[in-house]
Protein backbone atom coordinates (compact mmCIF):
# COMPACT_ATOMS: atom_id res chain seq x y z
CA UNK A 1 0.00 0.00 0.00
CA UNK A 2 1.37 3.46 -0.64
CA UNK A 3 1.61 5.64 2.19
CA UNK A 4 -0.05 9.27 1.67
CA UNK A 5 2.72 12.09 1.11
CA UNK A 6 2.36 15.35 3.04
CA UNK A 7 4.08 18.43 2.04
CA UNK A 8 4.10 20.50 5.01
CA UNK A 9 5.29 19.49 8.80
CA UNK A 10 2.81 19.04 11.10
CA UNK A 11 3.91 20.31 14.63
CA UNK A 12 3.96 17.95 16.87
CA UNK A 13 4.39 18.58 20.75
CA UNK A 14 4.64 15.62 22.45
CA UNK A 15 3.37 15.64 26.58
CA UNK A 16 3.79 13.71 29.55
CA UNK A 17 2.86 10.75 31.64
CA UNK A 18 -0.12 7.81 30.26
CA UNK A 19 -0.61 10.45 26.97
CA UNK A 20 2.75 10.16 26.25
CA UNK A 21 2.57 6.49 25.76
CA UNK A 22 -0.67 6.68 23.88
CA UNK A 23 1.22 9.48 21.56
CA UNK A 24 3.87 6.94 20.26
CA UNK A 25 0.85 3.75 19.97
CA UNK A 26 -1.26 6.09 18.23
CA UNK A 27 1.60 7.43 15.78
CA UNK A 28 2.92 3.83 15.83
CA UNK A 29 -0.59 1.95 15.08
CA UNK A 30 -2.28 4.26 13.66
CA UNK A 31 -0.70 6.89 11.48
CA UNK A 32 3.00 5.79 10.17
CA UNK A 33 1.57 2.68 8.52
CA UNK A 34 -0.21 4.88 6.50
CA UNK A 35 0.80 8.42 6.17
CA UNK A 36 4.38 9.81 5.33
CA UNK A 37 4.56 11.38 8.31
CA UNK A 38 6.23 15.20 8.50
CA UNK A 39 6.35 16.37 11.74
CA UNK A 40 8.48 19.36 13.31
CA UNK A 41 9.14 17.49 16.78
CA UNK A 42 8.88 19.36 19.82
CA UNK A 43 9.49 16.97 22.95
CA UNK A 44 7.10 19.30 25.65
CA UNK A 45 7.37 16.61 28.18
CA UNK A 46 8.40 18.25 31.30
CA UNK A 47 11.60 16.59 31.90
CA UNK A 48 12.69 18.40 28.59
CA UNK A 49 10.96 21.78 29.50
CA UNK A 50 12.75 21.87 32.79
CA UNK A 51 16.15 20.92 30.63
CA UNK A 52 15.47 23.98 28.12
CA UNK A 53 14.21 26.05 30.51
CA UNK A 54 10.84 26.36 29.08
CA UNK A 55 12.33 27.28 25.86
CA UNK A 56 10.77 24.06 24.02
CA UNK A 57 7.63 25.76 24.47
CA UNK A 58 7.80 29.00 22.98
CA UNK A 59 9.73 27.23 19.79
CA UNK A 60 6.92 24.99 19.73
CA UNK A 61 4.60 27.87 19.73
CA UNK A 62 6.71 29.81 17.04
CA UNK A 63 6.91 26.58 14.60
CA UNK A 64 2.72 26.86 14.91
CA UNK A 65 2.71 30.31 14.08
CA UNK A 66 4.96 29.43 10.82
CA UNK A 67 3.78 26.62 10.20
CA UNK A 68 -0.26 26.91 10.82
CA UNK A 69 -1.23 23.55 12.38
CA UNK A 70 0.30 21.98 15.20
CA UNK A 71 -0.41 18.66 16.94
CA UNK A 72 -0.39 18.76 20.89
CA UNK A 73 -0.10 15.98 23.91
CA UNK A 74 -1.55 16.62 27.10
CA UNK A 75 1.59 17.93 29.50
CA UNK A 76 1.46 18.35 33.00
CA UNK A 77 1.32 21.87 34.61
CA UNK A 78 3.99 21.63 37.61
CA UNK A 79 2.57 22.35 40.95
CA UNK A 80 4.40 22.42 44.66
CA UNK A 81 4.14 18.04 44.06
CA UNK A 82 5.92 18.01 40.40
CA UNK A 83 8.42 20.39 41.84
CA UNK A 84 9.96 17.49 43.84
CA UNK A 85 8.78 14.45 41.91
CA UNK A 86 10.69 15.62 38.53
CA UNK A 87 13.23 17.58 40.50
CA UNK A 88 12.46 21.01 38.61
CA UNK A 89 14.59 23.52 38.74
CA UNK A 90 11.17 26.19 38.36
CA UNK A 91 7.76 26.30 38.40
CA UNK A 92 7.24 26.35 34.95
CA UNK A 93 3.82 27.76 33.63
CA UNK A 94 1.13 25.78 31.97
CA UNK A 95 2.18 25.24 28.48
CA UNK A 96 -1.22 25.29 27.43
CA UNK A 97 -1.24 28.94 28.81
CA UNK A 98 2.10 29.87 27.20
CA UNK A 99 0.91 28.71 23.71
CA UNK A 100 -2.29 30.07 23.94
CA UNK A 101 -0.98 33.53 25.23
CA UNK A 102 1.76 33.30 22.24
CA UNK A 103 -1.33 32.36 19.49
CA UNK A 104 -3.71 34.80 21.30
CA UNK A 105 -5.86 32.18 20.47
CA UNK A 106 -9.48 31.03 21.27
CA UNK A 107 -9.91 27.36 22.28
CA UNK A 108 -13.04 25.46 21.01
CA UNK A 109 -14.03 22.54 22.71
CA UNK A 110 -16.64 20.04 21.21
CA UNK A 111 -17.52 16.46 22.92
CA UNK A 112 -17.38 13.47 20.38
CA UNK A 113 -20.97 11.46 20.04
CA UNK A 114 -21.01 7.37 20.06
CA UNK A 115 -24.74 6.08 20.55
CA UNK A 116 -24.44 3.70 23.26
CA UNK A 117 -23.56 6.79 25.74
CA UNK A 118 -25.86 8.74 26.58
CA UNK A 119 -25.87 12.00 27.99
CA UNK A 120 -26.37 12.75 31.46
CA UNK A 121 -28.83 15.57 30.11
CA UNK A 122 -31.78 14.06 28.58
CA UNK A 123 -32.81 16.76 26.20
CA UNK A 124 -28.91 17.04 24.44
CA UNK A 125 -29.16 15.27 20.87
CA UNK A 126 -26.49 17.53 19.15
CA UNK A 127 -22.72 18.65 20.56
CA UNK A 128 -22.26 21.80 22.23
CA UNK A 129 -19.23 23.43 21.42
CA UNK A 130 -17.61 25.59 24.26
CA UNK A 131 -15.35 28.98 23.07
CA UNK A 132 -13.00 29.49 25.46
CA UNK A 133 -11.22 32.56 25.58
CA UNK A 134 -7.77 32.33 26.35
CA UNK A 135 -6.08 35.12 27.21
CA UNK A 136 -6.19 37.21 31.03
CA UNK A 137 -8.45 37.59 33.56
CA UNK A 138 -7.62 34.89 36.69
CA UNK A 139 -4.59 32.85 34.21
CA UNK A 140 -2.70 36.29 34.45
CA UNK A 141 -3.72 37.35 37.56
CA UNK A 142 -1.40 39.48 40.57
CA UNK A 143 -2.38 38.14 44.16
CA UNK A 144 -1.75 39.59 47.23
CA UNK A 145 -1.76 38.11 50.67
CA UNK A 146 -2.92 40.95 52.73
CA UNK A 147 -1.10 40.86 56.09
CA UNK A 148 -3.30 43.01 57.99
CA UNK A 149 -4.95 46.51 58.54
CA UNK A 150 -4.47 48.95 55.69
CA UNK A 151 -5.78 50.31 52.11
CA UNK A 152 -5.76 47.96 49.08
CA UNK A 153 -6.21 50.67 45.70
CA UNK A 154 -6.42 50.26 42.62
CA UNK A 155 -4.09 52.64 40.32
CA UNK A 156 -3.00 52.72 36.76
CA UNK A 157 -0.51 55.23 35.64
CA UNK A 158 -0.66 56.26 31.70
CA UNK A 159 2.50 56.91 29.68
CA UNK A 160 1.30 60.74 29.74
CA UNK A 161 1.57 60.77 33.19
CA UNK A 162 -2.46 60.40 34.18
CA UNK A 163 -3.30 58.87 37.22
CA UNK A 164 -6.67 56.49 37.78
CA UNK A 165 -7.09 55.70 41.56
CA UNK A 166 -9.50 53.81 43.33
CA UNK A 167 -10.07 52.52 46.62
CA UNK A 168 -10.45 48.76 46.39
CA UNK A 169 -10.93 48.16 50.42
CA UNK A 170 -10.05 49.14 54.01
CA UNK A 171 -9.08 46.09 55.31
CA UNK A 172 -9.23 45.95 59.23
CA UNK A 173 -7.00 42.78 59.45
CA UNK A 174 -5.96 40.04 57.29
CA UNK A 175 -7.24 39.28 53.65
CA UNK A 176 -6.38 38.73 50.23
CA UNK A 177 -6.52 40.58 46.96
CA UNK A 178 -6.86 39.63 43.18
CA UNK A 179 -5.50 42.26 40.11
CA UNK A 180 -6.79 40.82 36.80
CA UNK A 181 -6.49 42.77 33.40
CA UNK A 182 -7.64 41.95 30.07
CA UNK A 183 -7.13 43.85 26.55
CA UNK A 184 -9.60 45.41 24.23
CA UNK A 185 -7.28 43.45 21.42
CA UNK A 186 -7.74 40.19 22.78
CA UNK A 187 -11.14 40.44 23.42
CA UNK A 188 -12.16 41.57 19.89
CA UNK A 189 -10.09 38.53 18.51
CA UNK A 190 -12.07 36.58 20.91
CA UNK A 191 -15.29 37.66 18.89
CA UNK A 192 -13.72 37.21 15.72
CA UNK A 193 -12.72 33.74 16.51
CA UNK A 194 -15.86 33.03 17.58
CA UNK A 195 -18.27 34.39 14.95
CA UNK A 196 -15.90 33.03 11.83
CA UNK A 197 -16.00 29.81 13.52
CA UNK A 198 -19.89 29.74 13.85
CA UNK A 199 -20.19 30.72 10.38
CA UNK A 200 -17.63 27.67 9.44
CA UNK A 201 -19.94 25.23 11.23
CA UNK A 202 -23.34 26.92 11.02
CA UNK A 203 -24.55 26.89 14.10
CA UNK A 204 -25.92 29.39 16.57
CA UNK A 205 -23.13 31.54 18.91
CA UNK A 206 -24.17 32.14 22.84
CA UNK A 207 -22.32 34.25 24.74
CA UNK A 208 -22.55 34.73 28.21
CA UNK A 209 -21.02 36.72 31.16
CA UNK A 210 -21.75 38.60 34.31
CA UNK A 211 -21.97 41.81 33.07
CA UNK A 212 -24.81 42.74 35.53
CA UNK A 213 -22.26 42.95 38.36
CA UNK A 214 -19.30 43.68 36.34
CA UNK A 215 -20.31 46.73 35.30
CA UNK A 216 -17.31 47.07 33.29
CA UNK A 217 -15.12 44.67 32.85
CA UNK A 218 -17.43 42.11 32.00
CA UNK A 219 -19.51 44.70 30.17
CA UNK A 220 -16.63 45.65 27.94
CA UNK A 221 -16.28 41.72 26.89
CA UNK A 222 -20.19 42.34 26.24
CA UNK A 223 -20.18 45.77 24.21
CA UNK A 224 -17.30 44.24 21.93
CA UNK A 225 -18.93 41.00 20.77
CA UNK A 226 -21.82 43.28 19.77
CA UNK A 227 -20.00 46.11 18.04
CA UNK A 228 -17.98 43.61 15.72
CA UNK A 229 -21.26 41.38 15.71
CA UNK A 230 -23.25 44.75 14.29
CA UNK A 231 -20.03 45.97 12.30
CA UNK A 232 -19.46 42.46 10.66
CA UNK A 233 -21.11 39.21 11.03
CA UNK A 234 -24.78 40.34 11.11
CA UNK A 235 -25.35 39.94 7.47
CA UNK A 236 -23.65 36.76 6.92
CA UNK A 237 -25.13 35.51 10.08
CA UNK A 238 -28.68 35.95 8.41
CA UNK A 239 -27.28 34.68 5.20
CA UNK A 240 -26.44 31.51 7.07
CA UNK A 241 -29.39 31.49 9.42
CA UNK A 242 -27.96 31.44 12.41
CA UNK A 243 -28.07 33.56 15.17
CA UNK A 244 -25.84 35.52 17.64
CA UNK A 245 -27.24 35.41 21.07
CA UNK A 246 -26.15 37.36 24.42
CA UNK A 247 -27.29 36.19 27.85
CA UNK A 248 -26.09 36.32 31.17
CA UNK A 249 -23.85 33.62 32.56
CA UNK A 250 -26.40 32.19 34.92
CA UNK A 251 -29.70 32.54 32.71
CA UNK A 252 -27.32 30.60 29.60
CA UNK A 253 -26.63 27.65 32.28
CA UNK A 254 -30.04 27.08 32.70
CA UNK A 255 -31.16 27.37 28.89
CA UNK A 256 -27.68 25.01 28.18
CA UNK A 257 -29.58 22.39 29.92
CA UNK A 258 -32.58 23.00 28.49
CA UNK A 259 -31.66 22.78 24.91
CA UNK A 260 -30.82 20.37 22.46
CA UNK A 261 -27.48 21.28 21.84
CA UNK A 262 -25.98 21.74 18.60
CA UNK A 263 -24.12 25.52 18.88
CA UNK A 264 -21.24 27.52 20.42
CA UNK A 265 -21.01 28.58 23.80
CA UNK A 266 -18.54 31.16 23.79
CA UNK A 267 -17.52 32.14 27.40
CA UNK A 268 -14.69 33.96 29.67
CA UNK A 269 -12.06 32.32 29.92
CA UNK A 270 -12.56 31.03 33.24
CA UNK A 271 -15.93 30.43 32.46
CA UNK A 272 -14.77 28.55 29.49
CA UNK A 273 -12.54 26.32 31.79
CA UNK A 274 -15.10 25.12 33.93
CA UNK A 275 -18.22 24.97 31.60
CA UNK A 276 -16.08 22.61 29.12
CA UNK A 277 -15.13 19.72 31.45
CA UNK A 278 -18.86 20.33 33.09
CA UNK A 279 -20.26 19.88 29.37
CA UNK A 280 -17.68 17.00 28.95
CA UNK A 281 -18.99 15.36 31.59
CA UNK A 282 -22.61 15.35 30.93
CA UNK A 283 -22.10 14.25 27.71
CA UNK A 284 -20.30 11.10 29.36
CA UNK A 285 -16.70 11.51 29.66
CA UNK A 286 -13.53 13.67 29.58
CA UNK A 287 -11.77 11.64 27.27
CA UNK A 288 -14.07 12.03 24.72
CA UNK A 289 -13.65 15.75 24.45
CA UNK A 290 -11.73 17.65 21.53
CA UNK A 291 -9.86 20.86 21.55
CA UNK A 292 -8.48 23.01 19.15
CA UNK A 293 -6.83 26.56 19.35
CA UNK A 294 -7.50 29.07 16.58
CA UNK A 295 -5.81 32.08 16.55
CA UNK A 296 -6.97 35.12 14.87
CA UNK A 297 -4.98 34.76 11.63
CA UNK A 298 -5.79 31.28 11.26
CA UNK A 299 -3.17 28.98 13.09
CA UNK A 300 -4.74 25.73 14.44
CA UNK A 301 -3.57 23.66 17.29
CA UNK A 302 -5.70 20.19 17.75
CA UNK A 303 -5.45 18.39 21.29
CA UNK A 304 -7.37 16.05 23.58
CA UNK A 305 -9.29 18.42 26.32
CA UNK A 306 -8.04 16.24 29.10
CA UNK A 307 -4.99 15.43 31.10
CA UNK A 308 -1.86 13.50 31.31
CA UNK A 309 -3.97 10.59 32.87
CA UNK A 310 -1.95 10.40 35.91
CA UNK A 311 -3.43 8.06 38.07
CA UNK A 312 -3.42 5.54 35.30
CA UNK A 313 0.28 6.56 34.56
CA UNK A 314 1.11 5.39 38.29
CA UNK A 315 -0.84 1.92 37.77
CA UNK A 316 1.25 1.52 34.46
CA UNK A 317 4.68 1.70 35.93
CA UNK A 318 3.75 -0.68 38.42
CA UNK A 319 3.09 -3.07 35.48
CA UNK A 320 -0.43 -3.12 36.21
CA UNK A 321 -2.87 -3.28 33.02
CA UNK A 322 -4.58 -0.10 32.15
CA UNK A 323 -7.31 0.85 29.77
CA UNK A 324 -6.94 4.35 29.20
CA UNK A 325 -9.04 6.25 26.40
CA UNK A 326 -7.26 7.48 23.23
CA UNK A 327 -10.13 8.50 21.09
CA UNK A 328 -9.38 12.47 22.04
CA UNK A 329 -5.88 12.05 20.93
CA UNK A 330 -6.78 10.32 18.00
CA UNK A 331 -9.18 12.85 17.05
CA UNK A 332 -6.45 16.25 17.54
CA UNK A 333 -4.38 13.95 15.26
CA UNK A 334 -7.05 13.40 12.63
CA UNK A 335 -8.35 17.00 12.98
CA UNK A 336 -4.61 18.19 12.74
CA UNK A 337 -3.84 16.19 9.46
CA UNK A 338 -7.30 17.26 7.39
CA UNK A 339 -6.35 20.90 8.58
CA UNK A 340 -3.07 20.23 7.03
CA UNK A 341 -4.61 18.98 4.24
CA UNK A 342 -7.00 21.16 3.75
CA UNK A 343 -4.16 24.05 4.08
CA UNK A 344 -2.10 22.22 1.24
CA UNK A 345 -4.77 20.98 -0.72
CA UNK A 346 -4.03 17.24 -0.52
CA UNK A 347 -7.55 15.61 -0.45
CA UNK A 348 -6.07 12.39 0.14
CA UNK A 349 -5.12 13.27 3.45
CA UNK A 350 -8.27 14.68 4.21
CA UNK A 351 -9.87 11.79 3.79
CA UNK A 352 -7.79 9.47 5.56
CA UNK A 353 -8.60 11.90 8.80
CA UNK A 354 -12.22 11.07 8.19
CA UNK A 355 -10.92 7.32 7.66
CA UNK A 356 -8.80 7.40 11.07
CA UNK A 357 -12.27 8.95 13.05
CA UNK A 358 -15.08 6.66 11.20
CA UNK A 359 -12.86 3.47 11.96
CA UNK A 360 -12.31 4.61 16.22
CA UNK A 361 -16.09 5.37 16.01
CA UNK A 362 -16.79 2.03 14.31
CA UNK A 363 -15.04 0.21 16.98
CA UNK A 364 -16.74 1.57 19.79
CA UNK A 365 -20.33 0.84 17.65
CA UNK A 366 -18.94 -2.68 17.29
CA UNK A 367 -19.20 -2.63 21.59
CA UNK A 368 -15.36 -2.70 21.96
CA UNK A 369 -13.78 0.35 24.21
CA UNK A 370 -12.21 1.14 26.94
CA UNK A 371 -13.04 0.79 30.36
CA UNK A 372 -14.49 4.39 31.21
CA UNK A 373 -16.75 3.99 27.86
CA UNK A 374 -17.53 0.51 29.25
CA UNK A 375 -18.95 1.89 32.44
CA UNK A 376 -21.27 4.36 30.64
CA UNK A 377 -22.28 2.25 27.39
CA UNK A 378 -26.24 1.37 26.83
CA UNK A 379 -26.03 -0.30 23.93
CA UNK A 380 -25.62 -3.52 22.56
CA UNK A 381 -23.00 -6.12 24.96
CA UNK A 382 -19.72 -4.00 24.86
CA UNK A 383 -16.24 -5.63 26.20
CA UNK A 384 -13.84 -3.41 27.73
CA UNK A 385 -10.37 -3.74 26.62
CA UNK A 386 -6.75 -2.36 27.23
CA UNK A 387 -5.56 0.71 25.57
CA UNK A 388 -3.00 -0.88 23.29
CA UNK A 389 -5.89 -3.66 22.11
CA UNK A 390 -8.36 -0.98 21.67
CA UNK A 391 -5.88 1.02 19.01
CA UNK A 392 -5.16 -2.62 17.33
CA UNK A 393 -9.15 -3.36 17.04
CA UNK A 394 -9.18 0.16 14.97
CA UNK A 395 -5.85 -0.56 13.01
CA UNK A 396 -7.32 -3.48 12.09
CA UNK A 397 -10.05 -1.33 10.84
CA UNK A 398 -8.00 0.55 8.91
CA UNK A 399 -6.22 -2.28 7.37
CA UNK A 400 -9.80 -3.98 6.20
P1 LIG B 1 -6.83 14.16 33.84
O1 LIG B 1 -5.49 13.76 33.40
O2 LIG B 1 -7.74 14.66 32.77
O3 LIG B 1 -7.50 12.93 34.57
C1 LIG B 1 -8.52 13.03 35.54
C2 LIG B 1 -9.30 11.70 35.60
O4 LIG B 1 -10.23 11.69 34.53
C3 LIG B 1 -8.44 10.46 35.41
O5 LIG B 1 -7.83 10.04 36.59
C4 LIG B 1 -9.46 9.50 34.85
O6 LIG B 1 -10.33 9.05 35.87
C5 LIG B 1 -10.29 10.39 33.94
N1 LIG B 1 -9.72 10.49 32.58
C6 LIG B 1 -9.21 11.61 31.97
N2 LIG B 1 -8.82 11.31 30.73
C7 LIG B 1 -9.06 10.00 30.55
C8 LIG B 1 -8.84 9.10 29.47
N3 LIG B 1 -8.30 9.51 28.31
N4 LIG B 1 -9.22 7.82 29.61
C9 LIG B 1 -9.76 7.37 30.75
N5 LIG B 1 -9.99 8.18 31.82
C10 LIG B 1 -9.63 9.46 31.72
O7 LIG B 1 -6.74 15.34 34.93
P2 LIG B 1 -5.84 15.48 36.25
O8 LIG B 1 -5.64 14.15 36.89
O9 LIG B 1 -6.49 16.57 37.00
O10 LIG B 1 -4.45 16.01 35.72
C11 LIG B 1 -3.33 15.21 35.45
C12 LIG B 1 -2.22 16.06 34.87
O11 LIG B 1 -2.64 16.56 33.61
C13 LIG B 1 -1.85 17.26 35.71
O12 LIG B 1 -0.46 17.31 35.86
C14 LIG B 1 -2.36 18.46 34.92
O13 LIG B 1 -1.50 19.56 35.05
C15 LIG B 1 -2.36 17.95 33.51
N6 LIG B 1 -3.39 18.54 32.61
C16 LIG B 1 -3.00 18.84 31.34
C17 LIG B 1 -3.91 19.31 30.42
C18 LIG B 1 -3.43 19.61 29.03
O14 LIG B 1 -2.27 19.45 28.72
N7 LIG B 1 -4.31 20.01 28.16
C19 LIG B 1 -5.24 19.48 30.80
C20 LIG B 1 -5.63 19.15 32.09
C21 LIG B 1 -4.70 18.67 33.00
P3 LIG B 1 -10.14 7.67 36.69
O15 LIG B 1 -8.81 7.77 37.39
O16 LIG B 1 -11.29 7.67 37.60
O17 LIG B 1 -10.13 6.54 35.69
MG1 LIG C 1 -9.68 22.72 33.21
Sequence with gaps: MEKIKMTTPLVEMDGDEMTRILWADIKELLILPFVELKTEYYDLGLPH???TGDQVTIDSANATKKYGVAVKCATITPNAQRM???????MWKSPNGTIRAMLDGTVFRAPILVSGVKPTVRTWQMPITIARHAYGDVYRNVEIDVPGAGKAELVFTGEDGQEIRQTIFDFKGPGILQGVHNLDASIA????????????????????????ISKTYDHTFKDIFQEIYDSTYKAQFEAAGITYFYTLIDDAVARVVRSKGGFIWACKNYDGDVMSDMVATAFGSLAMMTSVLVSPDGKFEYEAAHGTVTRH??????GEETSTNPVATIFAWSGALRKRGELDQLPELMAFADKLEKATLDVIESGVMTKDLALLWEGNECKAVNSRAFLEAIADKMQS
Excluded: G, I, M, N
Excluded at 84 to 90: D, F
Excluded at 313 to 318: A, G, M, P, Q, S
Design 313 to 318: YYRYLK
Design 189 to 212: SFAHACFQYALSVKQDLWFSTKDT
Design 84 to 90: TEYKLHE
Design 49 to 51: RDE
